[in-house]
């Protein structure tokens, strides 16, 4: 099975750590990729056509995983600390990504 207490680490603590270290070392952008579990429960009747970014978060209680659940807490830590949803509008074309863009 999942090993919750990895899945907290990784996705809860480990987007903190991220948040920091960014702040830190002064990081104009996070660049931070979830998953559509944050607004999706599990049951398949509730099935997500053509979704945005207006859907709710759905409360930490309402997920079927720790997944889903630690991915929802990190999304929303991202938000509070600045974040938006707006640089999609962005990323359409790659040049107003400037500077450097690190993965892992």
């Known amino acids: 099975g999942l090993q919750n207490d ?3 680490r990784v996705n809860v603590q480990g987007t ?3 948040i920091r270290t960014c702040r830190k070392h002064g990081v104009q952008r996070l660049i931070y ?3 559509y579990n944050v607004v999706f429960g ?3 009747s509730n099935e997500i056509v053509d979704g945005d970014e207006s859907y709710s978060y ?3 209680e309402a997920h079927c995983d720790a997944y889903s659940r630690t991915k929802g807490i990190a999304e929303q830590q991202v938000l509070s600390n600045g974040g938006s ?3 999609k509008k962005g ?3 790659q040049q107003d990504v400037k500077g450097h ?3 892992c």
Do not use: R
């Open 101 to 103: 863009l690190y993965a």
């Open 85 to 87: 949803h707006e640089w």
């Open 33 to 35: 990729t979830s998953t």
């Open 91 to 93: 990323l359409e074309d």
């Open 16 to 18: 903190n750590a991220v």
């Open 58 to 60: 759905l409360p930490p």
């Open 6 to 8: 990895l899945i907290e």
């Open 42 to 44: 599990g049951d398949p």
